[in-house]
Every structure is written in structure tokens, then in C-alpha cells.
């Protein structure tokens, strides 16, 4: 079982920056691959970063040189930190994050972030 907690989230104007943190704990050595998602109501969850083992990162083109996102671990917990700058309105929706091991799929109760115009 991973357990996740996000943090970061809140109100910001166009043009600005927000850090959005997930915390891992549990079997975080079953970890695999980690990710953000985000959902506006009525429309699909999306896929925004993710990392994999390995170090690897994805990024959906809507977001590649404005977002990052970061890996790193403390005692028994892992955090995927993600780093948004320049954000636009269309930024605005709920931020997830998830975490997949071997045997499971796991996501956070999410945060919300909205960029006004």
C-alpha cells in the first residue's frame, strides 16, 4: 500500500509559479513510476508529468518548459515536487498525483490550482 498526500495548491495570477508536492509513504520501495494528473470538471483527467524509475521524465506538450517535476526521498517518504511557472488560466484544474507499483495503483485526494487571467 502507498499512501499520497499532495500540498501546494492554491490561487495564483496568470504569468505566475506554484510547487506542488506529493508525499509517498508506505511500500515506496515498490515504486515505479510516479506522475501528475489533472481534471477539470466535465472533461478527462489528463496526463501532465510523470517519473519513472530510472529517472525519467514525460511531460505533456501542453506544459513541456513550464512545468518540472522533481524526485527526492526523506526517511520513509518519497516527494514528487512538481514546479509550474508561467502558469495560464487553462492551467486551472485539480492537480492528482499517482503512484504505481508491481501490484498497484494508487492516487491522492488531490489539490486545487487556479490561475486567473
Known amino acids: 500500500q502507498v499512501q499520497l498526500v499532495e500540498s501546494g495548491g492554491g490561487l495564483v495570477q496568470a504569468g505566475g509559479s506554484l510547487r506542488l508536492s506529493c508525499a509517498a509513504s508506505g511500500s515506496i520501495f515498490s515504486i515505479h513510476t510516479m506522475g501528475w494528473y489533472r481534471q477539470v470538471p466535465g472533461k478527462q483527467r489528463e496526463l501532465v508529468a510523470t517519473?519513472?524509475?530510472?529517472?525519467?521524465?514525460?511531460?505533456a506538450d501542453s506544459v513541456k518548459g513550464r512545468f518540472t517535476i522533481s524526485r527526492d526521498n526523506a526517511k520513509n517518504t518519497v516527494y514528487l515536487r512538481m514546479q509550474m511557472n508561467s502558469l495560464k488560466p487553462e492551467d486551472t484544474a485539480i492537480y492528482s498525483c499517482r503512484s504505481r507499483t508491481w501490484t498497484g495503483d494508487y492516487w491522492g485526494q488531490g489539490t486545487q490550482v487556479t490561475v486567473s487571467s
Open positions: 517519473w519513472t524509475r530510472g529517472d525519467s521524465t514525460n511531460y
